[in-house]
């Protein structure tokens, strides 16, 4: 059956290109997805909803870790773009 869904444009490219490298045409790797999705988990939450695993409890390291402000954590942001863009590390 003939459909129209409309897609972000960067999935659409994304989907495009695995189905390229993968061989195959972009309608067959849009079913196989739906194929899968519709034997998955429902995305409604519904009784089939699986739980997520708990969280891991590591030793602490005995480091304190300073408190920084926005304008702080924004100028250590805008250092490490600068070293990435002129090339020169640390």
């Not at 390291?61 to 942001?77: M, V």
């Amino acid at each position: 059956m003939r459909t129209t869904i409309d897609l972000p444009n960067d999935l659409f490219r994304q989907a495009k290109a695995k189905a390229a490298l993968g061989g195959m045409k972009l309608k067959d790797l849009i079913t196989l997805y739906v194929e899968q999705g519709l034997r998955g988990p429902s995305p409604t939450g519904s009784s089939e909803r699986q739980r997520s695993e708990l969280p891991v409890a590591r030793k602490t390291t005995g480091r304190i870790i300073q408190a920084l402000s926005n304008s702080e954590i924004q100028r250590i942001l805008d250092e490490e773009e600068e070293e990435v863009s002129s090339g020169w590390p640390g």
